[in-house]
Each structure stands twice: as C-alpha cells, then as structure tokens.
C-alpha cells in the first residue's frame, strides 16, 4: 500500500484527533495564544482600520461573526480578514521560530469566525484552533529556512493552512474532505519580505487574506472540489514551488500526535520582530543591572543565528520609511530600548529622531553560527572602557496564563478600556473550553475595545 501523502496525514489529523487526547498543557497554551492574541490586536485598533472597513463595506453579509475591533457583525470570511490583521497588526502575535510562522492570526481570526457561524462550543473552537496551528506549523517546519531564502514570507505564504485546518474541523469535513482543503490551499498560497525591507505596509494583510481564503477554500472542499494528493511534496508541488526542495518532508510527519507544536509558540513581550524579542529584553536587562545609560554606550555587538540575522531587514541600519521597517531593524530596535528604556509604537514611529538613529549607527549585528534560533549575545562597549556581555540561552515569551494576564492587563490603557474589562475577558476565556459558545468570549472582547 503507497504511503499516505502529507495532506492525506494532515487531514486524518485534523478530522479524526479526539479532543480527550490533546494534552492539558497544549490545551493551556492554546488559551495563552489566544488571550494574547486578542489584547495585542485590541491595542491596535487605532492603527489598522483597512480590515474592518474591507469588511464591513465588501463583505457584510451573512451577519454571523464579529469584529472585534468595533462589534460589527459581518460574513466570517470578512471578520476572518479583519481580525487577523488587527490582531498581526503590532507584530506582536504569537510566533513559532520552528517554521518561522506567525500561527495565531490567521488560525484564530478563521476559528473565531467559523465557530461564530457555525454555533460551535467553546471545546470545539479550542480544539480547532489546536488542530489548526499544528497543521501550519508542521507543514512549514522543514523548508521554512528556504522559503525565506527565495523572497518569501514563510508566515505569510504557511497562513492560510492554519485557517484551512480549523474551518474544516469546524465545520466536520472528512478526513478525505479536509486533505482536499490543505492541497487546494497550496495554490493560493504566497506573501512577499520585501516588506520588511521598503517599510511597507502590507504585512497584516498577507495574514488577513490567509484567514479569509482559508474559510473559502474548506468551503470549496465541503462542496466537492479536489487537489493533487501530492500537492505539497510532488515534484511540482508546494515545497518545489516554494523553497527549490528536492527531499521529502521529515519534521512535518515526526511526532504526529505525539509532539504538538503549540508546545513551542512564543508570544511577544515587546511589538518588534519575533527575533529580537530576546536581545530587547537582554539590552534592557543588561542596562538595569549596571545602571547604564544609551550615553555610556560606544557600541552594542549582537550576535545571532545566522539565518535569523540574515532575515530581511534584520541587520538595517537605516534609512527607515516607516515603523514597518523600525521594528525589524535590530539597530533601530536596540537604539529605541537603550535611549527609552522600553519599546513602544510610538517609539518605533520616531524615523527621523537624530539621537535613535546616531545610536542605531553603533549596533552590529553578527552571525555566529553555534548560536541556535531565537538565542542571542549582546556585547556593550563602554566610554569607560569596561565591556558588559550577556546572553539568552532560552526563548522567550512562554508565559504562564497568570503571567499573560497581568500583561493583558498592562495594555489597558493603550486599548482604552480598564483592567476589570480585561480581567473580565481573562476570566471567560480560561473557561472558554467548558462554555457553551464563544459568544460570551467575543462579547467581552467587543466591550473592551468599546
């Protein structure tokens, strides 16, 4: 019998795993990722309004799901879009360094909405978001170094599978139906870095076109429409097409069932890259610890995994167009941290600041390659001579659910709400797996942002 192709795996997955068998700690970080989620796209609703107007002006019928940014009730397929660029929008969503993913965004803004749709409980929304993440993160995991090599945003161009994933268990698909969704996905996958290095301003909507597209294309499945089997590791498949892969996938069937990804996700303390959450936090750190100030500074030295400081628009000195390209650049963000002492929007929008930019110019970015992913070390060259060095030996943002919740609620004022509104949300989504619905978590969302 031939062995079964990676969409075949993928679908069984999805339409067969028993919510009894998902371990209880997947099933807490799944409620992690998921308050985070909403908070960070909550503070930024003041800054992507283009999802929410698209939504409400192109796709506001059937009224079965909402935007959490303002209550409208719209299709899923637009509140899908709308709340995964709002929630991708701070690029402070959660993250996933193994298939360089940003999973979150576009999985829960299309298990939000389909669950909505579909009156599906709060169990089923949790598993499916679950089942979701671990199908884009696995399908990415072997190629996602290659995929960024040819130009391509890895967690743009994995997006959409996510979505597919937690649509089709949503809405029941077959194993069979669901394997059809994932390779019909592969055809509309795709999302460009360069991005990162115009400043531009797309990023939110690479996510927010996934999480739509993905209800569109398990619909299609539900209706009968069918891929190629080997979709994704054909010899003019998606790994081919995508990353110039000639091998077979292996981290993407290791572990199936066993090993879940979600056990890996990162989220983000700070609104910058994923990769330079560590050496913001270590900078900030470092500087603490021996009472310096950005004026004591001659130079920051920060070394990196190869890949990671080779990511476009890593290693950026400048010029900057926007804030797109500010919390990309390890120079500009380690600049920001030093002179400020923490890391704001705001402060990532200060493109023409003399001082930021004079201090950016001293940062060096190094790759050393016994450095793994998402470790650093930061070297401080000091007037005084002395150097003071530290570094990250482990990833950040794994936060218990008490920890994210006391950040949840360090963002009050930036959403503009107050901190029994968000404790209130907190609240309702720890028990978001025994409810009947995920209304009254969507309500408590809406009435923070109100």
């Not at 969503?93 to 009156?119: C, I, K, N, Y």
């Not at 967690?155 to 597919?164: E, M, Q, S, T, Y």
């Not at 077959?174 to 592969?186: F, I, M, R, S, V």
């Not at 060096?364 to 793994?372: C, D, G, L, Q, S």
Request: net charge negative.
């Amino acid at each position: 019998m031939a062995q079964p192709s990676l969409s075949q795996v993928m679908g069984r997955l999805v339409a067969e795993t028993a919510a009894a068998n998902i371990p209880e700690a997947v099933v807490q970080r799944a409620k992690v990722s998921l308050l985070h989620n909403i908070v960070v796209g909550l503070a930024a609703r003041h800054r992507e309004n283009i999802g929410q107007r698209m939504a409400g002006r192109y796709w506001p019928a059937p009224a079965e799901a909402t935007l959490i940014g303002n209550g409208a009730r719209v299709s899923a397929e637009g509140a899908a879009f709308a709340n995964a660029a709002l929630m991708n929008a701070r690029s402070q969503d959660d993250t996933h360094a193994g298939s360089t993913s940003h999973p979150g965004s576009p999985t829960l803004a299309a298990a939000m909405a389909v669950a909505e749709a579909h009156t599906s409980t709060g169990s089923e929304f949790l598993v499916a978001t679950i089942l979701g993440v671990e199908v884009l993160c696995r399908i990415g995991r072997d190629f996602d170094h290659l995929i960024a090599a040819r130009g391509f945003r890895p967690a743009a161009v994995l997006a959409g599978f996510g979505a597919i994933a937690a649509t089709a268990r949503l809405m029941r698909l077959t194993a069979e139906e669901t394997a059809q969704a994932l390779g019909l996905g592969a055809h509309l996958a795709g999302g460009l870095s360069q991005v990162w290095l115009e400043g531009s301003a797309e990023a939110p909507l690479q996510l927010a076109f996934a999480a739509r597209n993905g209800i569109a294309i398990a619909r299609a499945a539900a209706c009968g429409a069918r891929a190629a089997v080997h979709a994704f590791e054909g010899e003019a498949g998606f790994y081919r097409a995508f990353a110039g892969a000639s091998s077979q996938p292996f981290e993407a069937l290791d572990g199936v069932g066993q090993r879940w990804q979600l056990s890996e996700i990162t989220v983000k303390p700070y609104p910058v890259c994923a990769i330079l959450q560590g050496p913001v936090g270590l900078l900030l750190d470092l500087m603490a610890a021996h009472a310096l100030t950005s004026g004591a500074l001659t130079e920051i030295v920060l070394e990196l995994n190869p890949y990671e400081a080779a990511y476009p628009g890593i290693d950026h000195a400048g010029p900057f167009a926007s804030s797109v390209a500010t919390k990309m650049s390890a120079q500009f963000c380690l600049a920001l941290a030093a002179i400020d002492g923490r890391i704001t929007p705001d402060g990532l929008g200060r493109v023409d600041d003399g001082q930021l930019l004079a201090t950016a110019a001293g940062v060096k970015v190094v790759a050393y390659p016994a450095i793994e992913q998402r470790r650093c070390r930061i070297r401080l060259g000091l007037r005084d001579g002395r150097v003071v060095s530290g570094s990250v030996d482990a990833p950040v943002g794994q936060p218990s659910y008490d920890d994210v919740v006391r950040f949840a609620r360090s963002l009050a004022e930036e959403i503009g709400t107050n901190t029994s509104a968000i404790q209130l949300l907190a609240d309702v989504i720890a028990g978001i797996d025994r409810a009947a619905g995920i209304g009254g978590m969507m309500t408590a969302a809406v009435a923070c942002g109100a």
